[in-house]
């Protein structure tokens, strides 16, 4: 068994222990009572658990010392042990007190097994205790040793692992070392064909600068001559826009004056109309309709009265008004015409 299983079997023998105790002490104070109390003044029936619970508390320190002297290996003497047989006897004498006086045998029997168990189970639970703490020891022993063995195995391995580490490290320096020469060996070789390679290197960038120069300086001859024609382009092309623009703000003035002399020529046409139907006079009779509106808006545009518009045209007062009306309408003012500008 190892410890986890004993230490398993440790705690299963103390709850069990414990149990019988608690039922012991149970059944003790339950049994015992009665006869405290009939041989107790009735004043005093009150008193009757105490005895019972005197004893069975020395019942649980007995248990729970002897149970933690057996866990550490220790042995208390005679004393306990006079303490363990002498709480056991009073136990097993209260229980079976009353039916002894009774003469009942089968009651002193039944009465007795639970102090009986209570002090077997107190002597063997020590016994197991000891037992297992015994074990105990001796698998702390076994570990100990096995232990210190396992130590100086891994010291000897350790040891001889040094031994090792040192040697390859021996042997790993002094390869170090010819590797570090020759090394130095191949450096020195290949410096000296760095250094022709840079020789060359750099003979062959001057004579390509050279050429990179002269061709620079080709190029930018080819420049300066596409920049010149460039240049000359440039003018011919701005003298023509000039040419250009001057011809298009030619025709632009011949096509305003053109624009211009048409519009007087309508202005002047529109008025000589205007002037005819003033100059009609009074109508004789109501104009046809398209007539009557140009007549009412040369009247307008004279700015006659509505009155006098009506005369002219023939038609009445209130649709001449109407029409001059749609002509204020649509005639902007100056001061639209000025935000309008």
């Not at 220790?74 to 009353?98: E, F, K, S």
């Not at 022993?141 to 210190?148: G, P, Q, V």
């Not at 120069?213 to 080819?222: D, I, S, T, Y």
């Not at 025709?251 to 002047?268: F, K």
Request: one cysteine or more.
């Amino acid at each position: 068994m190892n410890t986890v299983q004993i230490r398993s079997a440790e705690r299963a023998l103390s709850v069990g222990t414990w149990l019988i105790v608690a039922g012991a002490m149970l059944y003790s104070v339950l049994t015992v009572t009665p006869l405290m109390a009939a041989h107790t003044a009735d004043e005093w029936d009150w008193t009757a658990p105490i005895l019972p619970l005197v004893v069975d508390a020395a019942v649980v320190i007995v248990v729970r010392l002897d149970s933690v002297l057996a866990r550490l290996g220790g042995h208390g003497g005679r004393w306990p042990i006079a303490l363990r047989w002498m709480t056991g006897g009073m136990t097993l004498a209260l229980n079976v007190a009353d039916s002894a006086l009774k003469k009942d045998l089968v009651g002193v029997a039944v009465h007795a097994v639970a102090p009986l168990l209570l002090i077997v189970t107190a002597e063997t639970g020590l016994a197991y205790r000891r037992a297992i703490t015994n074990a105990l020891e001796a698998l702390n022993a076994r570990d100990r040793a096995e232990r210190l063995e396992r130590e100086r195995a891994a010291a000897e391995r350790a040891e001889a692992a040094e031994k090792r580490v040192r040697e390859q490290r021996e042997f790993e320096a002094r390869l170090a070392r010819e590797q570090r020469e020759h090394e130095a060996a191949l450096a020195r070789e290949q410096a000296e064909r760095e250094e022709r390679a840079r020789r060359e290197e750099r003979e062959r960038e001057a004579a390509a600068e050279r050429e990179r120069q002269a061709e620079r300086e080709h190029r930018e001859r080819e420049r300066e001559q596409r920049e010149q024609a460039e240049r000359e382009r440039e003018r011919q092309r701005q003298a023509r826009e000039r040419e250009m623009a001057q011809q298009r703000e030619r025709e632009r003035r011949e096509r305003e004056a053109a624009a211009l002399r048409e519009q007087r020529e309508r202005e002047a046409r529109a008025e000589r109309e205007r002037a005819a139907l003033l100059a009609a006079g009074p109508a004789t009779e109501k104009q046809p309709e398209d007539l009557a509106r140009q007549t009412v808006t040369a009247a307008f545009g004279a700015g006659l009265s509505v009155r006098q518009a009506a005369e002219l045209c023939g038609w009445s007062v209130g649709w001449v008004s109407t029409r001059y009306q749609e002509l204020r309408d649509n005639t902007p003012t100056p001061a639209l015409e000025g935000a309008g500008r």
